[in-house]
């Protein structure tokens, strides 16, 4: 056996390291999916080992943590008991991983099932872009910030990676060379209908939604009806609007072309923008 193999193989007695790995995008429901899958019997959780991980849901191997081996994340992946239930590792930041990294994750997890949650570029972006301002100014509220378009939100905007945040088409590419069956799943056709759409997840994670307890049913309702992570409503100038479509409107029009998922919500921001 080569050094790869061995170093980048799953844990002993079990397939895979992780058995979900959600990939993003980042502000495309990752968090709500995330949720979702806690309350599930078949599912489990790392533990929160914040800040090397974020919480119990993003390992942030490959972005944050690679320097502390494979072993570390082994660890990291396996449940304590009850080794047949599903690990979970839903790090937006994946999406962007180089064919390297895709690789020394398919060793680890050859036969895990990979989702990519798609929003709207325009809309994915410009929530991105109110997130990143939230944290970089230390949460003002909504009425003390007004986003212009100037050096300092251009500058934050390269920090959010918005474009390649955006590119769902070359990310998924780059994913299916390693994992040909890489789910896409349109986040708008999610919330449309959140318990359908809950539903639907659970079922592309490989989990039954049928085995969710009756006494934990309601909660999975409310979760699934539930919004997390809004990002905060700053004034947004025009000009910008009109910036982010420019940079953003190709990756939509790659995700209708090559991947087949259409969206509606960066028109609505277009249109009340005065824009369309």
């Known amino acids: 056996m080569n050094g790869f193999a061995r170093d980048f193989a799953p844990p002993e007695g079990r397939a895979n390291t992780a058995d979900v790995l959600l990939i993003g995008a980042q502000r495309a429901l990752t ?12 599912a489990w959780a790392f533990p929160d080992f914040s800040p090397l991980t974020a919480f119990d849901k993003e390992a942030q191997f490959w972005t944050r943590n690679r320097s502390r081996g494979p072993n570390w994340y082994r660890v990291l992946m396996t449940p304590p008991e009850r080794r047949a239930r599903k690990t979970l590792d839903f790090t937006p930041d994946y999406a ?8 020394e994750c398919k060793a680890l997890s050859p036969t895990a099932r990979v989702l990519y949650i798609v929003r709207d570029p325009l809309a994915r972006a410009l ?5 990143h301002t939230m944290w970089e ?24 990676r918005v474009v390649a945040h955006c590119d769902y088409a070359k990310n998924a590419r780059r994913w299916r060379k390693a994992y040909p069956d890489l789910q896409l799943l349109n986040a708008e056709e999610l ?27 309601a909660e999975f309702e409310a979760r699934a009806r539930e919004r997390v992570w809004v990002a905060p409503r700053y004034r947004v100038a025009q000009d910008l609007i009109a910036w ?21 919500e960066g028109q609505k921001i277009l249109a009340e923008a005065g824009l369309a």
């Open 96 to 103: 962007l991983l180089p064919e390297e990294a895709i690789a």
């Open 137 to 160: 100014k230390n949460r003002p509220p909504p009425e003390r910030v007004f986003l212009r378009l100037d050096p300092e939100t251009r500058a934050r905007a390269d920090r959010a």
């Open 127 to 131: 929530s991105a872009l109110r997130v």
């Open 31 to 42: 968090t709500w999916a995330h949720r979702l899958a806690q309350l599930h019997p078949h």
């Open 191 to 217: 919330a449309a209908d959140p318990i359908a759409g809950a539903e639907r997840l659970l079922s592309a994670m490989g989990l039954d939604p049928a085995a969710i307890p009756p006494e934990h049913r």
């Open 244 to 264: 982010l479509h420019g940079m953003t409107w190709q990756a939509r029009e790659a995700a209708a072309s090559e991947l087949g998922i259409h969206f509606t």
